[in-house]
């Protein structure tokens, strides 16, 4: 198979919104550089992160499905990516052999340079290290030469972990620190399209802004709004920058 043409992002996200609040500046930024991004979400969050949703009379799963999908949708369109929703629940969140195989296609279709999803700990979200313990396990399968021998393996695209709600419980610290103040923006306009989790909207300006002065702090320049990833694998370079 010939590599994807643009270059590309994998984005892995437990639930509908989880990308947008995480690593919503990541996407637009490196959407606007001509990166193909692509955002799978495993599951709508229609159980566990839907809660205002519920409070309405006559809710059911169907209607909290759907409107997860469209605010989802729109926001991943704001910020200029493919998105993708596998559907497999959440509160519990289940992966089958079939979810992961998908999953591995994907990355074989995409080729991504590098990858992003959640904290490897998150004591009050069991999802979301699922979500990226499933990232890591189709990149590894990606990655052999046993798999669907016929089609060509990846390479070892870097996995960035995005902030988890609560980082000192999640045994997350940022080690990248990633300016977003150009495409803030779209940021912004893309989270206010979940208003099933409006009451999150104010608290990751907060983050935003909060990344951005520390991002400034450990360059020369003016950061006004930043994200923090964590690297899993190390950097491989040829001179430190």
């Known amino acids: 198979m ?3 043409q643009k270059p590309s992002l994998l984005v892995v996200s437990a639930h509908a919104a989880d990308f947008v ?3 919503g500046g990541a996407v637009a930024l490196y959407s606007e550089r001509g990166y193909r991004v692509k955002v799978v ?3 709508y969050g229609e159980r566990g992160e839907s809660a205002k949703m519920w409070k309405q009379p006559n809710m059911t799963l169907p209607k909290v499905k759907a409107a997860r999908h469209e605010e989802a949708a729109k926001a991943a369109d704001i910020l200029g990516a493919e998105i993708a929703f596998l559907d497999i629940g959440d509160y519990p969140m289940r992966v089958s052999d079939e979810v992961l195989y998908k999953l591995v296609d994907i990355y074989r279709e995409l080729r991504p340079e590098f990858v992003l999803s959640h904290s490897l700990h998150d004591p009050y979200n069991f999802d979301h290290p699922l979500a990226t313990h499933v990232a890591q396990e189709a990149r590894i399968i990606a990655q052999a030469h046993g798999h669907n021998p016929e089609q060509a393996v990846i390479g070892a695209p870097p996995v960035l972990l995005y902030e988890p709600h609560q980082p000192e419980q999640c045994n997350w610290k940022p080690d990248v620190l990633l300016d977003i103040s150009s495409v803030w923006e779209k940021k912004k306009a ?3 399209t979940m208003n099933a ?3 999150l909207w104010e608290y990751y300006t907060r983050v935003a802004l909060q990344r951005g002065v520390q991002a400034s ?3 020369s ?3 006004k709004y930043g994200e923090g990833y964590q ?3 190390p950097q491989v370079c040829g001179e430190f920058s």
Do not use: D, G, Y
């Open 21 to 23: 609040w995480r690593a």
């Open 231 to 233: 690297r899993v694998f």
């Open 221 to 223: 320049r003016s950061i």
């Open 197 to 199: 989790q409006e009451h």
């Open 41 to 43: 979400c495993l599951s």
């Open 2 to 4: 010939e590599k994807t």
């Open 190 to 192: 893309a989270f206010e």
């Open 217 to 219: 702090r450990n360059s």
